[in-house]
Every structure is written in C-alpha cells, then in structure tokens.
C-alpha cells in the first residue's frame, strides 16, 4: 500500500526554511514543531500524530533571520504522509505580520527566469 497526500488544498510553493513554530490548540496543549516551508499562504511544519486533532491553531514564530515575531490563526490544511509535513494556511495574520511576511518572502524568494 502507498503513502498517500492529504492536503486539501496544494500546498504553497514558499520558501525553504527551518525554524521552530509554537502551535497553541488550547491552553492545556501546545507544542514546538519545525517549519519546513513558508509562504503568504502559511507555513508547512514536521508532521505530528495529533496534528488533526483541531482544525485551528494559533501559530508563534519568528522569522529567520530576523527579529520579527509572527503570530497568526493557523488553520489545517492537509498532510502528506511521503513527505511527513503538515499544510497550516493562515486563517488570520494581523496587517503589521502580514507586511513583515511579506517583506521577509520579497527579500528571500528568488524568481527563476523560464
């Protein structure tokens, strides 16, 4: 039997990074995963056995490099058992997260010319 993908949306292109994301599901149940991707769209993290378990979460993570503190409303997306990931799109950024994501994508994501 195959691995099979789970997303219910394709999940976003991005930008490679590794960093640690604070998923808080309620107040007795929070946990640190690494991010593997980011995106406007949101972050793709390691995968954990409990990661269905609230379709909403909210995200705490800085982004690499910087000194720039993100918060977000996380929402499940998907997995992929092949690649061991989790798709949490961001449900709500505030504006000032929003233009520092922003920022930190255009100063790090390079367009390769077709």
């Known amino acids: 039997m195959t691995a099979q993908i789970h997303y219910r949306h394709t999940a976003p292109e991005g930008l490679d990074a ?15 995963t690494g ?12 995968a954990m056995p409990d990661d269905m378990e609230s379709q909403y979460r909210w995200l705490a993570f800085q982004l690499p490099g910087t000194n720039v503190q993100i918060k977000a409303l996380g929402e499940f997306a998907g997995s992929c058992d092949t690649k061991g990931e989790t798709l949490l799109r961001f449900k709500h950024l505030w504006p000032e997260a929003r233009r520092e994501l922003e920022r930190f994508l255009a100063a790090n994501v390079t367009c390769v010319a077709a």
């Open 18 to 32: 590794t960093f640690p994301v604070e998923q808080l599901f309620r107040k007795d149940h929070s946990r640190v």
């Open 35 to 46: 991010a593997l991707r980011i995106s406007e769209e949101g972050v793709v993290v390691e």
